[in-house]
């Protein structure tokens, strides 16, 4: 429970083109990193990142931005209120 304390917004992240589980770690661990940024969460088999943002944290397009920085294929990005 406390990792979704101050969540107050979902942000979801559509990718291609991942090639094996250390693409799944690498993208995890930098938007873990980005500052207010409460949790991530990407599935290998669907591609799809879930992202647990604070109010006052990047938005879903920021955290696509950085995937792409990353050399990786954003598909789609959207918020969700949680």
Do not use: H, K
Not at 14 to 41: F, N, Y
Not at 48 to 67: K, N, S
Request: glycine share 10%; net charge positive.
């Amino acid at each position: 429970m406390a990792q979704t304390q101050g969540v107050e917004r979902r942000g979801v992240i559509q990718l291609t083109g991942l090639t094996c589980p250390s693409c799944v770690a690498r993208i995890e661990g930098t938007v873990r990193r980005m500052a207010g940024v409460r949790a991530a969460r990407l599935q290998f088999g669907s591609q799809r990142l879930v992202v647990d943002l604070a109010q006052d944290g990047p938005g879903a397009d920021e955290v696509a931005e950085r995937v792409r920085q990353l050399g990786y294929t954003v598909v789609a990005a959207q918020e969700e209120p949680r």
